[in-house]
């Protein structure tokens, strides 16, 4: 089956600094790749998420990008807030939908010191 | 309110004593799933089902039965637990489309086997 690393699996970082979150893959036919943040004691939220089709991906301070040759994956949140404290999973999926077969990294724990 | 359901939210059961976890949702998604989350090793799906009377193992069924006989409830069985399968278990739900959809998780239970 896949296997989903991901790294640092945890990270400070300083009030409006970049945070960056890495993941690789080995499954080459993945073909979706979702991050989910997950605050303290509360459920996983998707936050963004990335088709093979497309290289990179924006929303707001939050960017993924794919390397599907490197197999792997990076979350980057720009002007980091304290909101932004919490636990991100990166996972990866053959389906396009990410319904079944969705495997997750081991997650990143991410501390933003006001 | 769009929302996943669980209960218990917390339960400590003895070893050997069958349990049942329940999981309902009210948007009418189709896929349905469980997932185990234990720190550092991530979130590892359990089982999943692509509609009624459908299910298939994920990564880690080993110990756990689920069943689908409704659209909205996806139970989640442990005949005879054991000290291992003390964990944080998320219920997860989503429809079968593309698009910027992720699973909607419930509240978790954090199930202690004693």
């Known amino acids: 089956g896949e296997n989903v690393e991901q790294h640092p699996s945890t990270l400070s970082v300083q009030e409006g600094d970049s945070a960056v979150i890495k993941c690789t893959y080995s499954d080459s036919a993945s073909n979706y790749f979702p991050w989910y943040k997950q605050e303290l004691g509360k459920r996983p939220q998707l936050i963004i998420d990335?088709?093979?089709?497309?290289g990179e991906k924006k929303d707001q301070r939050i960017a993924v990008t794919l390397n599907k040759t490197a197999k792997h994956f990076s979350l980057h949140i720009t002007e980091t807030q304290p909101e932004d404290s919490a636990v991100y999973f990166c996972?990866?999926?053959?389906?396009?939908?990410?319904?079944?077969?969705?495997?997750f990294g081991t997650g990143t724990r991410l501390t933003v010191i006001p | 309110e769009a929302q996943v359901t669980q209960n218990p939210r917390y339960l400590i059961t003895v070893t050997g004593k069958k349990l049942t976890v329940t999981c309902s949702q009210n948007?009418?998604?189709?896929?349905m799933s469980w997932y185990r989350q234990d720190p550092g090793l991530g979130l590892r799906q359990i089982y999943y089902?692509?509609?009624?009377?459908?299910?298939d193992k994920g990564d880690v069924p080993e110990g756990y039965k689920v069943s689908r006989k409704e659209k909205r409830n996806f139970p989640l069985i442990l005949e005879s637990p054991s000290p291992n399968q003390t964990s944080l278990y998320f219920c997860?739900?989503?429809?079968?489309?593309?698009?910027?959809?992720?699973?909607?998780f419930g509240s978790g239970t954090r199930l202690t086997v004693v």
């Open positions: 089902s692509m509609n009624v009377e459908v299910t």
């Open positions: 997860a739900s989503k429809a079968p489309r593309v698009g910027n959809y992720g699973y909607t």
């Open positions: 948007m009418n998604h189709e896929y």
């Open positions: 990335i088709r093979s089709n497309v």
């Open positions: 996972a990866a999926s053959r389906d396009q939908t990410g319904a079944n077969n969705l495997f």
